[in-house]
């Protein structure tokens, strides 16, 4: 299989708006892609329309998320299931800094529906690191 595992649309800080799930369906059947994994900056929002795209285009998909953690670290977070994915993102966001996104410098975060209608936008910046860290130091007694 060919796959693609690491996919960012446009509600991470990186994307366009260009880069709706339907957009990166079709781009990822055109590749000759077997499957893909969407995985946003510290969201899943995505991953519902993005999940039907790839049904819609034959693809095999996995939800994900990119989680930035305390230490800056970029680690990919697959699912297979959407709902699981988006029940880890909602407790990662609230794990999230409270930076306000400002598109106009950070550019836009936006959710959308597999017919690439908008359905929100992300107010907090999902660029930054989290407060889960990757590992934890333990306090050794003596």
Known sequence: MKLDLHIHS???????????PSAIARAAVAAGLD????????????TPACA???RRAGLAFLAG????TA?????????????TALAFGADLYA??????????????QVYVDVEENILG?????LGTGCAWP????????T
């Open 10 to 20: 446009c509600v991470s800080p990186c994307g366009a708006l260009e880069m709706s």
């Open 35 to 46: 499957g893909i994994a969407l995985t946003d900056h510290n969201t899943a929002l995505n």
């Open 95 to 108: 794990q999230l800094p409270p930076v306000v996104n400002l598109p106009e410098k950070m550019g836009d």
């Open 134 to 141: 990757l590992t934890e130091e333990k306090e050794e007694k």
């Open 121 to 125: 936008e992300v107010g907090i910046f």
């Open 71 to 83: 230490e800056e670290l970029h680690v990919l977070c697959l699912f297979d299931q959407v709902e």
């Open 65 to 68: 998320v990119e989680v930035c």
């Open 52 to 54: 039907e795209a790839c």
